[in-house]
């Protein structure tokens, strides 16, 4: 089943960049699916777009169609903040908000006005669980969060996104700036969520993707080259740009 | 021969270093030589003026004796008139134009009247609150309009350092609370405002601090020569330190000199508290932010 749909999509920014350019894609449930490609290829656009964080940016031009769920997410109309809590993003710097460990949790429910302290007590501990670090911080809940380490902040930041209860994760390039093992024990938490959430990644490599991917896009210059498993992309490459790229000829 | 030139250039190279690093420390020694003997001085003068007498009674003997607790009482009553309407208006107008507004004609306009604002005379500020104030308005010579008068003196520095406070809050902090489903406004609330708030009290006193100590703006407005009483309303005129200092200085014959360098030494006081108090607040607020 196709969670996400997108048709014909072209954005381009007011500096008269064309960041995305035509592009169709359709991003199954319960599956990790990974947009490669050089940087500057529009991946990170195409995330911004699924949750609309690209109206902060400075776009002068959006047309095509985005579909969650049969609905359409570029509607000037459509409730934003419910979209943006249903499609979550983790970034590629671990970013903790300035408070404590407890509090960046809880800092999108307290928004939603969730006051009950036993509700948020809850719901902390169920994300910092799903991003294994439970059992790492328990005893600290109140220590600021940049006292822990960068892969812990990071996966910090995964537990902050999933304690909205998304449907859909996103990770725009999580473990760029991690270590080895946080970057494993990412990669093992997001296998383990596929189950219930819809993760879609920019893997910092290539290797990454093949690692941990369904569904891989390869994208070049705004455009979308090639999209299918990612046994058929590492195997199989359709496109001869796909196969230099993922054989290292450039990139 | 040639390790030789080497090992004694980079010997000259640190020596000058060592002298300009030397250099800089005399130079910032000496910018507060004259801040310590100005105090110095002061506290020597104004001194033997202290007693309780001074700072609690009324002046009596046309002002050559008695105290000047109307005057202290009237400059912290025309601090917390000024606190009142500049703070809120000034970091008000700090989110909006660090926030909200759009970058065109219109608001680079604004920002380059704060700057001029900031540059003004207080004088001119002085006689444009007689005209609007206590002319036009007729709020008459008062409290109400004396403090009026010193905000708008004080909103471009309080508008400007609470701007700059703000913009430090990194972005990414922004682009996070949106990305978690917050309002604009809540991003300001709870990530923001919290961030910036010891930057925006530095503003703050600042700006406090220098209406304190403006005779200028409060000379048409709200000061009285001689007022043996306390003000009993807003609408009431007000005897303050800075024009009071201004008066025993300039306008009473045979005025002993420790009740002027006494009167001084009270206002230095005065702001040397806002001060204290403020850096309380200020690193509180540090010691609670988690960043």
Redesign the interface.
């Known amino acids: 089943m196709d969670k996400i749909i997108v048709e014909n999509l072209s954005i381009t920014y007011s500096d008269g960049v064309e960041s995305l350019f035509d592009i169709n894609l359709r991003i199954p449930i319960n599956q990790i699916t990974a947009l490669i490609g050089p940087s500057g290829g529009g991946k990170s656009t195409l995330l911004r777009v699924l949750?609309r964080?690209n109206d902060?940016a400075d776009v002068s031009k959006t047309t095509g169609k985005v579909l969650i769920d049969g609905i359409d997410v570029l509607d000037p109309t459509l409730d934003v903040?419910?979209l943006?809590?249903k499609v979550?993003?983790v970034?590629s710097?671990p970013?903790p908000?300035?408070?404590?460990i407890y509090?960046n949790v809880s800092?999108?429910l307290?928004?939603?006005g969730e006051k009950r302290k036993i509700v948020l007590d809850n719901a902390v501990e169920r994300a910092l669980r799903l991003a294994e670090l439970w059992d790492e911080l328990k005893e600290r809940l109140h220590d600021?969060?940049?006292s822990i380490s960068g892969g812990q902040q990071q996966r910090l930041?995964l537990a902050?996104?999933l304690s909205?209860q998304p449907e859909i994760i996103m990770l725009d390039e999580p473990t760029s700036a991690l270590d080895p093992v946080s970057t494993a024990k990412i990669e093992t938490s997001l296998i383990e969520l596929k189950k219930d959430f819809t993760v879609i990644i920019a893997p910092h490599n290539t290797q990454q993707a093949g690692r941990i991917a369904d569904q891989v896009a390869f994208f070049l210059q705004g455009k979308l080259i090639e999209f299918s498993s990612a046994e058929e992309i590492f195997t199989r490459p359709k496109d001869k740009k796909t196969q230099d790229y993922i054989s290292g000829k450039f990139g | 021969m040639q390790q030789t030139a080497k090992k004694s250039n980079v010997v000259k190279q640190l020596r000058i270093e060592k002298l300009g690093f030397s250099l800089l420390t005399i130079l910032s020694i000496a910018t507060v030589i004259p801040i310590i003997a100005v105090v110095i001085y002061i506290i020597y003068l104004g001194a033997p003026a202290i007693s309780w007498e001074f700072v609690s009674a009324m002046p009596s003997d046309g002002m050559r004796a008695g105290g000047i607790w109307p005057a202290i009482v009237g400059t912290f009553y025309l601090t917390i008139g000024t606190a009142i309407f500049s703070v809120p208006l000034g970091i008000a107008a700090a989110i909006y134009l660090s926030e909200y507004a759009p970058v065109n004609k219109v608001t680079q306009a604004i920002r380059l009247a704060i700057i001029n604002l900031a540059g003004i005379p207080s004088v001119v500020y002085g006689l444009f609150g007689l005209g609007l104030f206590v002319i036009f308005l007729n709020f008459g010579t008062s409290i109400l309009s004396a403090s009026l008068t010193l905000s708008i003196m004080t909103l471009p520095v309080i508008i400007s350092t609470t701007e700059e406070a703000l913009r430090a809050v990194p972005q990414?902090?922004r682009?996070?609370?949106?990305?978690?489903?917050?309002?604009k406004w809540?991003t300001i609330w709870?990530?923001v405002l919290p961030?910036a708030i010891p930057g925006i009290l530095t503003g703050v006193v600042l700006g406090l601090e220098r209406a304190a100590g403006e005779t200028a703006p409060i000379l048409f407005t709200g000061a009285a020569f001689f007022l043996p009483r306390l003000p009993n309303s807003p609408l009431d005129a007000t005897m303050a330190l800075p024009y009071h200092l201004f008066v025993i200085s300039t306008q009473v014959p045979g005025m002993p000199i420790q009740i002027q360098y006494g009167t001084v030494l009270v206002l230095l006081v005065f702001v040397l508290i806002m001060n204290i108090i403020v850096t309380v607040i200020r690193s509180r607020a540090r010691a609670k932010?988690?960043?």
């Open positions: 949750n964080l902060l903040i419910a943006r809590r979550g993003i970034f710097r970013l908000l300035p408070l404590s509090q800092y999108g307290e928004l939603m600021p969060a940049n930041c902050r996104t909205l | 990414s902090f682009v996070v609370s949106v990305s978690l489903g917050a309002t809540q709870r990530l961030q932010r988690q960043w």
